[in-house]
């Protein structure tokens, strides 16, 4: 038995550590996913005014700031019992939309891609693993080559996003009561003038990419398959009843299921908390508790019915019903790109409905009391924000991230997080370069930096060796 550490995995959103023990076969026999740095986003928006929470839950994140901006602002109309117009939730749509595009094309080309092609042998692409590279020097250089277009489809794509949404990564324009923005003639001409260039690329290039890689590491269909258990909250708004694109739903056993809010509940056991474990978020407290005894990370353990459940791309294709083939690594590469071209195709239909010059705004009041949940979809999976309100400031807020599902710990019972069930039964060709536990973690696409924000300088080597990912 031995163990292998990797900290931190480079190539995604902030400071994760991952730690597996390896049997004498160098199978996965355990694993652990830990972030590194805390986040205390919750307790700094107490006693602030509720509409605040919408500018400054957006820089938990740089990369999906528009989700919880929508999310904290759904919180707050929800407390006012409030509905935004169809103009405001199609606006809405297309700044999310936006997001969704450039934070999957993201992913895929600079994120996930560059653990299956030898990137060029210069910096920042040296040094790096040279483990199972299947493909030819030709579709290398091609891949390298989409690779670099990928980079000024992401400008494009945050350029479209910001003519409604007034800049981004975060955005000034998405707050309670609606989108502040009044589109003009020409705004919609430019948005569409993107949307198009970008559309083209995800049917012309993103499509046969995924697909090539698909077909090159067909094996990675059965890796990294995990519980199988799927959760999406739902998705862009298609009407002012709750329609969704993607709806709210689970996936158990292969089952597609309803969901239910309450049935979440958060747990502390192994995380560096010491408030209450095994708590629905609306009446949860986080307190911060830094070397507690059995505790190895700073995110805590959302559970479904006591279940872990995956969230992300896969989980909201699957419960629409676009993608079923399975849950894998490459199932995960799949289905996002399902995804990216469905959001791409009806963001030319909400286009259509905007009303030029018509306000999407409605100057809502303060709540002076009371409670809301703000749910959507951020890229890698299920959002939500959790608020209470009382005499006009925030009491209480609340927020689950994708990550915090996904790459959360073992909770109170014993069961591992999403990543952590993945990475078991993985087979380690070289544990020098473990290549196969980058591919899985990345095939998440987690953001710790959504999960958490502040880091002691000390560390403690618990393995036998440490293996540090390199490259890019």
């Not at 560096?272 to 070397?291: C, D, I, K, L, R």
Request: hydrophobic share 35%.
């Amino acid at each position: 038995m031995s163990t292998l550490v990797l900290d931190p995995i480079t190539r995604l959103e902030g400071h994760l550590k991952v730690e597996v023990t390896l049997d004498a076969n160098n199978n996965v026999t355990a694993a652990k996913a830990a972030g590194n740095l805390y986040r205390d986003f919750e307790n700094m928006l107490i006693n602030r005014v509720p509409k605040d929470a919408a500018f400054l839950t957006q820089r938990i994140c740089g990369l999906c700031p528009v989700s919880h901006a929508i999310a904290s602002s759904k919180a707050v109309e929800k407390a006012l019992n409030f509905t935004p117009n169809l103009q405001a939730i199609l606006l809405r749509n297309l700044i999310q939309g936006s997001n969704f595009i450039s934070s999957n094309i993201l992913h895929f080309y600079h994120l996930a891609l560059m653990d299956f092609i030898q990137g060029p042998q210069m910096s920042p692409w040296t040094p790096g693993y040279t483990q199972d590279f299947r493909f030819n020097s030709t579709d290398t250089q091609n891949l390298i080559n989409n690779y670099v277009t990928a980079l000024s489809i992401r400008r494009k794509a945050h350029e479209m996003g910001a003519i409604f949404g007034g800049k981004l990564p975060h955005v000034g324009n998405v707050v309670p009561g609606g989108v502040t923005a009044t589109p003009t003639s020409t705004d919609i001409n430019n948005f569409r003038t993107y949307l198009n260039d970008i559309t083209s690329f995800i049917t012309n290039t993103y499509q046969g990419d995924v697909n090539k890689l698909a077909s090159t590491y067909s094996d990675y269909y059965n890796v990294g398959q995990g519980y199988g258990n799927l959760i999406s909250y739902g998705v862009f708004d298609t009407n002012t009843t709750g329609s969704k694109l993607f709806p709210a739903g689970t996936v158990t056993n292969g089952t597609v299921g309803s969901f239910s809010e309450p049935n979440i509940k958060e747990y502390v056991g192994h995380s560096w908390y010491s408030s209450p474990s095994g708590v629905n978020p609306a009446s949860e407290t986080t307190t911060p508790s830094y070397g507690k005894t059995g505790a190895y990370t700073w995110l805590k353990a959302p559970r479904y019915n006591g279940q872990s459940y995956e969230a992300g791309s896969l989980a909201r294709t699957w419960v629409s019903g676009d993608y079923r083939n399975g849950v894998s690594v490459m199932d995960r590469h799949k289905a996002r790109y399902t995804e990216t071209a469905k959001i791409a195709s009806n963001m030319q239909t909400w286009l259509d409905q905007i009303v030029v010059g018509t306000s999407a705004y409605t100057n809502v009041s303060t709540p002076t009391s009371g409670a809301g949940i703000g749910l959507t979809e951020a890229p890698r999976g299920a959002l939500g924000h959790w608020l209470s309100v009382s005499s006009s400031k925030i009491s209480r807020y609340q927020i689950i991230t994708p990550t915090c599902w996904n790459a959360s710990p073992m909770d109170d019972s014993g069961n591992v997080g999403p990543i952590e069930k993945a990475l078991i039964g993985t087979h380690v060709a070289d544990p020098n370069q473990p290549i196969e536990l980058l591919r899985i973690v990345h095939s998440f696409d987690p953001c710790t930096g959504c999960s958490v924000h502040v880091m002691s300088p000390e560390g403690v080597e618990m393995s036998n060796f440490i293996v540090q990912p390199l490259g890019v």
